[in-house]
Each structure stands twice: as C-alpha cells, then as structure tokens.
C-alpha cells in the first residue's frame, strides 16, 4: 500500500468483519499470524497487538501505512498511541510526525527531550501528552522533562485550576510555581482554593487582568476574606430574600382581607335576598341564612358533615346552604339544607344522619320527620316566597301565617 493513498488516515476508517459467532458472545478468530513475520510490517510487534487487543486488521492498515512510526512507537511502549489512531483517529499531531520517512525524525522535538520522555518512570506506559505539554511548555519558559511531567500529571487531577488558568491565560508553569509557593504541605487544597477565590473575585467584577489579584501575595488571606464577603453577600441576600418573602406574605394577607371585605359586602346584599325568600319560622322551628363564610364552616365541623366544602360556593351564589334550627336555640347548629332554587337537595344533621348507607339508614330521614314543617315552607318558597308589609310570610291558601 502506498502512504498517498491513505494520507487522510484517521479520516477514513477500516471496518471490522463480520462477527460470525456474535450472537455465542464469540469474536473471529485470528489465523495465519505466522504469515505476518514474513510480512513487511514483520517488525511493527503486530503479535504483541494480538496478544493485548482487538482489532487486527486496523493495526495491520495502519502498520502498512506508517511501518516505521508503528514500529517505533511499539517498541518504545507506547501502544496507546498507535491505539489513539487505529480506534479513534487521533494522531497528536503536535509531537508526532507520522509522514517522516526518518524514523529519528518521528518525533517533533529534540532527540534528547524524547530520551528524557521515555526514561521518565512511566507506570503504566508512556503518556504522549506529557512529550506535548512539555513542547507546550517550553514555548514560553524552559523546564526540564521531568518538571513537566510533574506539572502535567498535577493538573490532570486539578482540572478545575487547569480550566480557570487557561480560561485567565495563567502559563501552567507560573500557576504551579505560584501554587507551590503558598502552600508547600498541600499544593492540592491551594489549587482548589485559588480556583474558588478566582470564581469569587470575578463574580464580584474585581480586575483579574491584574497580576496582583489574579495571584495575591497571600492566597490563602485573600481566599478566606472573600468567602468572608460572599457569606456577607449570601447572607444579606437571604436576608432581603426574607423581607420580600414578608413584604409578599403582607400583601396577600391584605390582598384576601379586601377580597373577604368585597365578597362580604356582596354576600350582604345576597343574604339580604336569601332572606327575603327562605326564612320562615314555625311550630318552634327556624329557617336560618348564614350570616358569613365562617359559619358554613362552622356548621361543618360542629356537625361533622362536609358542608364547609360548599362555603365559598353559597357566598358566591352557586348553591344555597340554610340552616335549620330549633327557635329556643338559634344558634346551635342542628340541621344543615342544600336548596337547589326551590327544590331541596338535601338535608342533613350530625355526621350526615338521613344518608344511607351499606348498614341501612342509621337515623330517621329529616325530610319525613320533620314534614310537617317542611312540606309548608317548601309550598310558600315555591309560591313566590310572599310576605306581607310587615315581612311576615303569606302561607299558601291562608291556612297558617308565621312570623319570619
């Protein structure tokens, strides 16, 4: 294969055959790797690939392409980046020279700083970016391999100072050694404090373009203060959150008193026709308009019926709720009565007794008990609820009057 053919590398991609024992959890099976040691890409340690991962045949398209840079990123131990190309396209460009026919030119840095790279004490393996940051790092300041791997792998566990330095144009070299000069026991806690102390300061608009705030003398003091002023800033604004939660709270209050005051004058001039049409007095029992809301209310709780459910709807005009009371005690909640215009819907006294239920009724039904004074009062309401000048109701056919 010819490396033009294959300049945009990374950009194309070889597939992988076909699994032909997917579905037992089985991938193929590689056969004939003899073959490969006779192969021009016989030195690129395409066993060694086999032995540790998948996807053979984009080493081996990737082997034929570029067999000196494999074979020499191989052998140094650092497979990961020729895993980076083969699997994700990934070519670290900056440090790496993949068209170079010289493999002593592979890499775009001196020769020295790539021996110095590979006799680090890699762990796991080589880390490229390390060679990257390094070239990054000498662009402004000079430092040895090892300061830069150092660096490196301490901001690859402070991504957030890493992310503010950059986001504040902070050289990594300058923030290590700021960093390293306010907190020599604990470097870590001074990354995340000049990171917190940076999110501060911006919020509160101070100038971060200068030196002397973006890196104070003293972190430390600098950082504590100013959690000292953002709890000032938290606290207050808690406590003007709270005065307008209080403010807010008035005006509703107020909001419903003059609504309750509103509904109250309409349900005056309501009650004043409810009166006119439903009161009635007779044979020591009274037909009674609620005087407010509250009462409805009242009757419901007292009576341990549901008729409270229905306050806000009687003053409103939706329903019309009555209380039936004996006359030697007004105000003792007895009876309570729905009237749907002139039909009564439904009376009930305490804990709705009248209603039927799985046991039978378990208490005589008002409307039969008490017909005798109910079945008059019904008849005048549906006659027109006529009084006389004195306000006294005109009994149906004159056969009985009472006093309202």
């Known amino acids: 294969m010819h490396r033009d053919a ?39 340690c395409a066993e060694r690939w086999i032995e540790r991962y998948d996807g053979i ?51 775009r840095v001196p020769r020295q700083a790539v021996k110095d790279f590979l006799g680090l004490p890699w762990p796991n393996g080589p880390d490229i970016g390390v060679l990257a940051f390094w070239k990054h790092l000498n662009s402004t300041e ?57 999110d501060m ?12 705030v973006l890196l104070p003398d003293d972190l430390k003091a600098r950082h504590d203060a100013m959690v000292e002023e953002r709890n000032r800033h938290l606290a207050e604004e808690r406590r003007r959150e709270a005065e307008r939660y209080r403010k807010a709270q008035e005006a509703e209050k107020q909001r419903q008193a003059m609504e309750r005051e509103l509904r109250g004058k309409e349900y005056a001039e309501l009650r004043e026709k409810l009166e006119r049409k439903y009161a009635w007095e007779a044979d020591g029992y009274r037909i009674i308009i609620p005087e407010s809301e509250k ?8 009576l341990k019926h549901c008729v409270g459910g229905y306050a806000q709807r009687h003053v409103e005009g939706k329903t019309v709720i009555l209380f039936m009371r004996k006359a030697r005690t007004p105000n003792k909640p007895w009876l309570t009565i729905e009237m749907w215009g002139t039909e009564l819907h439904q009376i009930h006294g305490f804990r709705n007794e009248g209603l039927y239920t799985a046991e039978g009724r378990f208490a005589p039904d008002p409307r039969e008990k008490y017909r005798s004074f109910l079945d008059p009062w019904l008849d005048w309401v549906k006659a027109g609820s006529k009084r006389k000048k004195d306000g006294t109701p005109i009994v149906p056919n004159n056969k009985k009057e009472s006093a309202a």
């Open 295 to 302: 009462e409805i209310e009242d009757e419901g709780r007292i």
């Open 201 to 212: 300061a911006a919020a509160q608009g101070l100038a971060l373009h200068r030196s002397d």
């Open 57 to 107: 045949l984009k080493f081996l398209h990737l082997a034929y392409v570029y067999p000196r840079q494999v074979e020499l990123l191989m052998k140094a131990g650092m497979e990961a980046v020729v895993r980076d190309l083969a699997k994700r396209g990934v070519k670290h460009y900056t440090v790496l020279n993949w068209n170079s026919e010289d493999p002593k030119k592979a890499f």
């Open 142 to 198: 000079k430092a040895d391999m090892e300061t830069a791997w150092e660096i490196y792998e301490f901001f690859r566990t402070h991504q957030d100072a890493k992310q503010t330095a950059r986001h504040w144009g902070v050289p990594p070299g300058r923030l290590y050694r700021y960093l390293d000069s306010q907190w020599h026991c604990n470097r870590g806690a001074a990354a995340s404090a000049w990171a917190d102390y940076v």
């Open 6 to 44: 294959y300049a945009d590398f990374g950009k194309k991609t070889v597939d992988e055959p076909f699994h032909y024992c997917a579905e037992e959890g089985m991938g193929y099976a590689v056969i004939g790797v003899d073959a490969i040691g006779k192969s021009p890409v016989r030195y690129c």
